[in-house]
């Protein structure tokens, strides 16, 4: 060997260089971009009126106020449900690895999708009416998703996205469980601790890195919602996504829709801020 | 004390038959729909037993002005998108596997922010850049933020492939004469093979699936997904259960072919 040998981290930098670029070319500069198009007006000069625009449009706070109101129904559900699938799938009795891929399944499903096969249950004469007049409660079929009730609609995309995503966060939690389960699990058997004091007292603090995980994930894609929203409520239904896209799509401003996809960053940036500092592992729990 | 083991036993079975219900029935309910005939949507009621089976709804569906164009865009894109993400993935998830240099942990965690940028910030001011250079409308310009979107999750799954894949076995090469390239070749690549295949797979399922940057940056070069959103709220019931059942067949079947990996690959990524 001897003097021609290059330096021993030239190599995992040439190889992880291609990937650097392509990321600061794709993510980086777009996101600068979004800033310089969110305080320019469409004739090139710096303003704050896409900002005006934005706040002042009057679906702009139910836009806000949806996205976050779905976020904090449909998180919650999805931990207590995700929670227990995982703890069924882990289970020693038989089936449990039959019944985890079948939990798994809606990972394949895309959101639009999902907001299609709910629709085919809670539009006018769909299956849900079908089951509840076969059960004898109705005569009549019900309108659950109407133009004058967005409260439907919420409720309906949060069935749907409760579908949907559960199984992205309980993939995410099997893989904290399987470390959990063995010894832990035991020794509070051994000292006879019931389910809901396993799950209090041993699962929970101990799954907390993948609680975060999974948390983090989650609330980031929630607050990029659109599909499911558009498939299940029209336009009748604004969130924060939709109007970024109906703003660029169907107003041809991009400048707007700058602005509202900049409102989503700013709001995934501090909720994951959030669950860092919260669901914090202390360094005195680090060596377990 | 047996009694009690046999009331859990009964419980447990109870309930995961029942959250398996929850995530299988409305699967079953849009497939009977899709094989349905276009007028069974609007009958009431209707049976929830596949009684009279017909194709003519997914037909309506296939024959559809642009249905055929948009697929193969979507399979262009998705392949475009898996061939790239892999090819510019598999070399970073590798470097970060096996090397220790300068900045990998600040590398890590740069890949890792990266996930936090939302759709709508990629994809709106590319679309501008886009139709300055040229690129809009095509499936490459779809590819590219599909791929900007896959990568970060394609270097972590790779990186935990070659993880797994014990490095003295390309020393032992090494030392029987290999090349330390050849010593790659010869003994990471083939074992991680399977690995790479699961994650390029994810990836096309990420593409197949993308709605919003595929619906911003193509006019008429429509991916499926962009197709139907924008024809949604103009197209009758029976062509939105079918276009709904014709996205989820195939990512389903794909989902099926990686059940192996699903946990390790999305274990990994959500770390």
Redesign the interface.
Known sequence: MGKGKAP??L???A??M???L??TL??AI??V??L??AFQTPGGSWSLEPFRRMVTDTRFLPALRNTILLIALIIPIQLV?AL??AL?AQ?R?R??GF???????????????A???????F?E?G?L???L??LGWIER?IVFLSYERPLGILLAVVVAEV?RAT??VM??L??GLQMILGEYWEAAEVFGANLLQKIRYVVLPLLR??LQ??LI?RT?FA??T??VV??LG??VLPVL?SE??TW??GANN?HV??A???V??AL??VA?GFYLYVLRVRPEEMGR | MKGRAWIG?AL??M??IA??L???A??Y??GL?AFSPRMA??????P?LPLEFSLETMRFFVSATGTLAATRNSVVVALLTMMLSL???A??G???A??L??G?EA?RM??LM?????????S??????FIRIGLYDTPWAVA??H??MA??FV?LITASVFVSIPRDLEEAAMTLGCSPLSAFLRISLPLALPGLAAAALFTF?IS?????AA??LTLRQRTL?AL??TV??ESP?YF??A??FF??AP??V??LII?RF??NL???T??
């Not at chain 2, 709106?124 to 850049?129: E, F, G, Q």
């Open positions: 021993e981290w190599l995992p930098l190889l992880l291609p990937a650097a392509f990321l794709f993510i777009p996101s971009q979004a310089w198009l449900m227990t699938m069924i289970s009795r089936g449990a019944f985890l891929y079948l939990y798994a399944i809606p990972l394949a499903i895309s959101e639009l999708a907001g299609l096969v709910w629709l085919a249950i539009t004469r299956y009416n079908v089951i007049r076969g079929p579908w199984a992205i993939v995410t099997v893989a890195p993948s995980a999974a994930i980031l607050f990029q659109f599909a558009v498939a029209g336009g996504a970024a896209y660029y799509v991009p829709a700058a509202y996809s900049l989503i960053l995934s940036a994951t | 036993s447990w079975y309930g995961a959250l398996a929850w995530v299988l409305p699967i309910l849009i729909l949507v609007y009958r009431w009621p209707r929830l090819a510019l993935g070399p970073a590798y470097a970060l096996r090397f240099f300068p990998r590398m740069g890949i990266t996930r936090m940028f939302p759709m709508a910030i990629l709106i001011p590319l679309a501008v850049t590219l933020v791929t900007a990568l970060p270097i399922v197949w699936n993308e709605v919003f619906a911003i997904p139907v959103i949604l709220n019931l939105r259960f276009g709904g996205m989820v990512a389903l794909i989902l059940r699903l946990f999305w274990g990994i959500s770390r």
